[in-house]
């Protein structure tokens, strides 16, 4: 069959490998790809928001399976309109991936079917928010309602700081429409943890569970990133915590999107925290993490195309979701000044050292194919993944692995996984 993934970046890469490892696969594009999905892949030069051509490729191209990887076009309704063709599709409706794409909606959908989560207010009005902090407990959390990379989330320490987040996100626009509704959430402490799983509309199945590290620095300090690094699976996500979020978070959020007339077909993404007083939801993502699906994907046995048609299909409950039972680690190879500001350009060398060898990867984020070789491209530049029988060995295996890797201005975090040593 032929197969077509749409998006550019790390995650798509993993997409793409495990696509790569399907008998049933004979032919793959990206949508637009990168440098490393082109190894696999034929890339073809069509953004992932150009919908008219990416369904008149799909057929032309007689594509048997469209896989949407990113979250703006699915909320946009990339899915609807590939449906609309006939053409078959992995990924959820737009009417289902407001999930993500609302914060605000997400939130009242968790408080109407009494799914955990934080206290919150949603705010149109930049004023009544401000008015709101007034009496606010401290530290306080601002979300800007729509997408906004990952990076629309203030932790605010002070009222000052929360007043200067208010105007950031909802006058100054620094997100963009995303802001035009502001959540304004109660501050939890806990450990955070990553659930992915695959949802064809009534049954839901958990993958592997993950820990994302978000902050530019090491220590959890500077700024939010897009994600500099993840280990799966988490150590502080037991049986208990399991039981207790396939009771109360995963199936009463397939069945409240039923329940909505938002049927969600593809991957719901929990983000969670480990509360004093239990599991709580962080936030929902309609799609694979990135760079959780760099440590996920890895460590899944099933063919991955099986598990998507069964989603599309109604018929998840037929397959059994399986994962190696060892460890993986992901460390984000970044340009130095990610996210704020940085240069492109850079020759990559090392990249040959990963062929062929068993239990190490190295995904590409944000790089580019040129006459001097393939170059640094973006703020997040390769995703360098090792596996190993324990989450120890799998961080050891990565941080080795990272040497292998040559660039100017590389950066990394020096601490992805280092919650292990503490767990």
């Known amino acids: 069959m032929k197969v077509l993934i749409v998006g550019s970046g790390g995650r798509e890469h993993a997409i793409a490998a495990s696509v790569a490892k399907s008998d049933r696969v004979s032919e793959i ?9 082109g190894q696999i892949a034929e890339c073809v030069p069509i953004g992932a928001m150009e919908f008219d051509k990416i369904v008149a490729f799909a057929r032309e191209k007689e594509i048997d399976l469209t896989i949407v990887g990113m979250d703006d076009p699915l909320v946009g309704g990339l899915i609807d309109a590939l449906e609309a063709e006939g053409l078959r599709a992995f990924g959820p409706r737009k009417n289902a991936a407001i ?28 004023d009544a928010a401000l008015s709101y902090l007034e009496t606010a407990k401290f530290p306080i959390v601002l979300k800007a309602d729509g997408l906004a990379l990952g990076k629309g989330v ?52 958990t993958m592997t569970s993950a820990q994302d590290h978000k902050r530019a620095q090491d220590g959890d300090q500077g700024l939010n990133t897009g994600g500099m690094g993840t280990f799966s699976p988490s150590p502080f996500y037991t049986k208990e915590v399991d039981d207790f979020c396939k009771k109360y978070i995963y199936q009463p959020t ?48 099933n063919d991955i195309i099986e598990v998507m048609e069964a989603c599309i299909d109604g018929t998840l409950d037929q397959v059994d979701l ?36 068993e239990g190490y ?27 190993g029988a324990d989450l120890k060995q799998a961080r050891e295996n990565a941080y080795r692995a990272t040497e292998w890797i040559s660039f100017q201005n590389k950066y990394m975090r020096h601490d992805i996984g280092k919650a292990i040593d503490e767990a």
């Open 29 to 37: 594009y990206c949508a637009p790809g990168n440098a490393g999905i």
């Open 99 to 126: 999930l993500e794409g609302s914060k605000a909606f997400s939130k009242d959908l968790m408080k109407k079917y009494h799914i955990p989560t934080a206290a919150y207010e949603n705010f149109d009005d930049p």
């Open 154 to 205: 203030l932790i605010c320490n002070t009222l000052e700081e929360a007043r200067d987040g208010v105007k950031s996100i909802m006058m100054d626009k620094k997100f963009g429409t995303a802001g035009n509704r502001l959540v304004i959430e109660e501050f939890m402490t806990g450990r955070e943890v990553s659930v992915l799983s695959y949802v064809d509309g009534k049954t839901i199945k």
């Open 254 to 301: 397939v069945d409240a999107m039923a329940a909505e007339g938002r049927e969600f077909k593809g991957i719901i993404f929990f983000g969670l925290m480990l509360t004093e007083d239990g599991p709580r939801v962080l936030e929902y993502n309609a799609r694979f993490g990135d760079p959780e699906a760099q440590v996920v994907l890895p460590r899944m046995k």
């Open 322 to 357: 399986q994962f190696e039972d060892n460890a993986a680690v992901c460390v984000v190879l970044a340009s130095e000044g990610y996210p704020v500001s940085y240069e492109k350009g850079f020759v990559i060398g090392g990249l040959e050292h990963f062929e062929d060898k």
């Open 361 to 387: 990867y190295v995904f590409h984020a944000g790089t580019k194919l040129t006459e001097q070789g393939i170059v640094t491209n973006g703020g997040r530049v390769l995703g360098v993944t090792a596996k």
